[in-house]
């Protein structure tokens, strides 16, 4: 049997031979790029890599399959360099330039939010814009709707929870409306069971919530057994309930909530996880972009072929970058063809990430840069 330390040996040579293989490669790949340049050729071509890769595949024997995924890790490094040489991107660099650096924050901004007084997302408009007024709207699409028209500067829309997952209504309006997420904030979200004065644990039967509070609260609500009814908002929960005065019905919010519509607190920290928190997005069709920005949004499809989402999702991985959001969405009257929503940790004023937007801009079927902003 070969001693193990002898075969490192003989790895590491071929190692140096490879990196050697691999400079000389990408110096052809810049030759290559000066080339399209000077005559106007796209970087990417689909019949081209496809003939490298099934060779490579062919040509691999036993290890045909993980041949072809180095070529095709190997291809997006050379295309990468190639954007970068002849400068692609245009539109989406001069479309950064151009944004603005600070939200505007005075008494004469508006701010929209879906649902009522004490509702959450009141409360992150309250800790992000403490001196503008709040605009309230019965659902998330009239939100989006605001923001459109022009009847409020910014909406504020929850897209995720730690326990109970993603907003798909609100992502799906994301990737519908395309505008702008200027900011965001991760609020820790505490959930009461809040009823009549007169009410006592004993009398509940019914709990009424949000269905992402309810599901928030799943193990609560199964362990007592107890109906729970759907509302279009926390808030508004905690409103009916005062309004329709059930002794054995409470609603599922927050302590301002129960406040605000005269409620008692029966029980505190109904919901599932201790550490429970909701992300909230601020939407603008103004791209705003502030110096200490952290994390990136885009929306994209891929190329209808084998591996393209692993692919670019490679690409993240070679630039060091982080990945903390991915979400699909089929596109309407097209079956098996989606768009996806990404989130990842950067700054557009490295040159990586950016040479990354660009590159993928040009190459994209479909994309759309959706902001660079702070989460809170």
């Given at each position: 049997m070969d001693d193990l330390q002898n075969i490192r040996k003989e790895i590491n040579s071929i190692d140096r031979e490879l990196l050697k293989l691999f400079e000389k490669r990408m110096r052809c790949s810049?030759?290559?790029?000066?080339?399209?340049?000077?005559?106007?050729?796209?970087?990417?071509?689909?019949?081209?890599?496809?003939?490298?890769?099934?060779?490579?595949?062919?040509?691999?024997?036993?290890?045909?399959?993980?041949?072809?995924?180095?070529?095709?890790?190997?291809?997006?490094?050379?295309?990468?360099?190639?954007?970068?040489?002849?400068?692609?991107?245009?539109?989406?660099?001069?479309?950064?330039?151009?944004?603005?650096?600070?939200?505007?924050?005075?008494?004469?901004?508006?701010?929209?939010?879906?649902?009522?007084?004490?509702?959450?997302?009141h409360e992150a408009a309250q800790k992000l814009f403490p001196n503008c007024r709040?605009?309230?709207?019965?659902?998330?699409?009239?939100?989006?709707?605001?923001?459109?028209?022009?009847?409020?500067?910014?909406?504020?829309?929850?897209?995720?929870?730690?326990?109970?997952g993603s907003v798909s209504a609100v992502y799906d309006l994301i990737l519908k409306y395309?505008?702008?997420i200027v900011k965001a904030i991760k609020l820790p979200i505490e959930h009461c069971l809040c009823g009549l004065k007169q009410s006592?644990?004993?009398?509940?039967?019914?709990?009424?919530s949000h269905p992402q509070a309810l599901a928030q609260c799943s193990e609560f609500i199964s362990e007592y057994a107890l109906k729970a009814v759907e509302c279009t908002n926390t808030a508004v929960a905690a409103k009916k309930i005062a309004e329709e005065k059930r002794l054995n019905c409470a609603a599922i919010c927050s302590e301002k909530a129960a406040d605000e519509y005269g409620l008692k607190v029966i029980a505190k920290g109904c919901q599932n996880y201790k550490d429970n928190s909701t992300r909230f997005i601020v939407i603008s069709k103004q791209l705003i972009i502030p110096d200490n920005a952290d994390k990136v949004s885009l929306c994209f499809s891929v190329p209808h072929t084998n591996g393209a989402l692993y692919s670019v999702l490679g690409r993240f991985s070679s630039n060091g970058m982080n990945l903390t959001k991915l979400e699909s969405r089929t596109i309407d009257g097209i079956p098996f063809e989606y768009l996806f929503y990404l989130d990842f940790q950067g700054n557009v004023q490295s040159e990586k990430v950016i040479n990354m937007l660009c590159a993928l801009s040009e190459e994209m079927p479909e994309f759309s840069f959706l902001g660079n902003y702070k989460e809170v």
């Open positions: 810049i030759r290559v790029a000066e080339y399209k340049k000077e005559n106007g050729i796209p970087i990417f071509n689909e019949e081209r890599e496809k003939e490298i890769l099934d060779r490579a595949e062919k040509d691999g024997g036993e290890f045909g399959y993980a041949a072809r995924l180095l070529f095709s890790n190997i291809m997006e490094l050379s295309r990468g360099i190639q954007h970068d040489i002849i400068g692609s991107g245009k539109k989406i660099r001069r479309e950064i330039g151009e944004a603005e650096k600070d939200i505007t924050s005075c008494s004469d901004t508006k701010i929209a939010v879906q649902g009522i007084e004490g509702a959450n997302s709040t605009i309230f709207y019965k659902s998330f699409s009239k939100v989006f709707e605001a923001v459109d028209k022009g009847e409020a500067d910014y909406g504020i829309l929850p897209v995720e929870n730690s326990s109970a395309r505008f702008y006592e644990f004993g009398d509940i039967e019914q709990v009424w």
